[in-house]
């Protein structure tokens, strides 16, 4: 018994270590960030580096907020984020509500074929899409940044919209009905309240990705002032000089906020694919 039991310890042991090795590995990189960011320049060239600053300066954040444009970004990451979230949200409810409560010839295969067309990469559809924008007359706006993160983003949303409205009872919907309540009301007091947490992990998935992309940020936005922030900090870096501790600062401000943000929702997070994972 004794000895079991400390094969057990071990076991345990090994396994926090590791765990704790991985949390750090993962960590290290964002508190390097960190530290560079409240460096002078002469620090963060210096040999052998330092992990904490010296002599620790906020002049790399006052830089990012004078002399770059990077306010502008961030207002417009958070516009086009939020508008891809909203629009997403909209159309994958209303899809996954009509896969889950309408029988009609070929629900299945549509379904299957939504969800293939996510395993294409943003890379094989950009240009496509960018002419297709060309065409319409939307180039170079925020309207079409949304359009192509809301194409994007749909197929896998709508697929997991989908498990989580398949998870409610059709019998709380009937009796709505039953009660007076038309197919919209019934929509939105019952079946979008008990699908809530699968709304709230989908919101989040959909937000990340439009907050860090890149790509159709790139082809579709030429104009400075519309760029989001992923496109607006890569530009400062310079071939002949790079400002390491404004970008350093940069970088921070791009992920506390998005950090806080997730930290603040993840149990909605963590219910919601749980849930989600029931049925599908």
């Known amino acids: 018994m004794k000895s079991f039991r400390s094969r057990f310890l071990s076991t345990r042991t090994l396994l926090y270590g590791g765990a704790a090795l991985l949390a750090l590995q993962a960590a290290f990189p964002f508190f390097w960030m960190v530290s560079n960011s409240f460096k002078p320049p002469a620090e963060i060239f210096a040999q052998p580096p330092a992990f904490i600053p010296e002599d620790p300066t906020w002049d790399n954040f006052r830089r990012l907020f004078t002399t770059t444009h990077f306010l502008v970004y961030f207002k417009n990451s958070l516009v086009v984020s939020g508008l891809a979230v909203l629009l997403t949200m909209v159309v994958s409810a209303a899809g996954a509500y009509s896969l889950t409560r ?3 010839a070929g629900r299945e295969k549509i379904a299957g074929l939504i969800l293939c ?7 094989m559809v950009v240009i496509p899409f960018f002419i297709l924008v060309k ?12 359009l ?21 009872p059709l019998e709380l919907e009937e009796a709505a009905l039953v009660d007076g309540a038309g197919r919209v009301r019934a929509l939105i007091y019952v079946v979008l309240p008990l699908a809530l947490p699968g709304i709230i992990a989908t919101s ?19 104009s400075d002032e519309l760029k989001t922030l992923p496109v607006g900090v890569q530009d400062l870096f310079h071939s002949a000089l790079i400002d ?9 401000m791009i992920t506390i906020p998005a950090l806080l943000f997730f930290l603040s929702v993840q149990r909605y997070l963590i219910r919601g694919w749980g849930a989600g994972g029931v049925k599908g």
């Not at 067309?117 to 890379?123: E, G, L």
């Not at 939307?138 to 940044?145: D, K, M, R, S, W």
């Not at 390491?244 to 921070?252: D, K, P, R």
């Open 148 to 168: 192509a993160f809301t194409s994007f983003c749909l197929p896998f949303t709508l697929w997991l919209m989908r498990a989580f409205f398949a998870t409610i």
């Open 204 to 222: 989040i998935f959909t937000f990340i990705l439009a907050w860090n992309d890149y790509i159709f940020t790139r082809i579709l936005i030429t």
């Open 117 to 123: 067309t996510y395993m294409f990469a943003p890379i």
């Open 244 to 252: 390491w501790g404004l970008i350093m600062a940069a970088g921070m």
């Open 102 to 104: 309408y029988r009609y």
């Open 135 to 146: 065409k319409l007359g939307i180039e170079n706006t925020h309207f079409a940044l949304v």
